[in-house]
């Protein structure tokens, strides 16, 4: 079984300021914070370069 979120170590939340707390989930494209609930959309460039 694949493992799909994985905690952000080191990282802070920028709205509650709690300290690994945030989660990212791939497959979903999300990273969330686990005491606030507050969550931003990963956006990639689907692999193209300039």
Do not use: K, P, Y
């Not at 170590?9 to 989660?23: F, I, K, M, P, Q």
């Not at 931003?40 to 370069?49: F, H, K, M, P, S």
């Amino acid at each position: 079984m694949r493992l799909l979120a994985h905690v952000l170590d080191g990282l802070r939340c920028s709205v509650c300021h709690t300290e690994n707390a945030l989660w990212m989930d791939l497959a979903a494209g999300l990273v969330e914070c686990r005491e606030c609930g507050q969550s931003a959309l990963i956006v990639t460039d689907g692999g193209r370069t300039a």
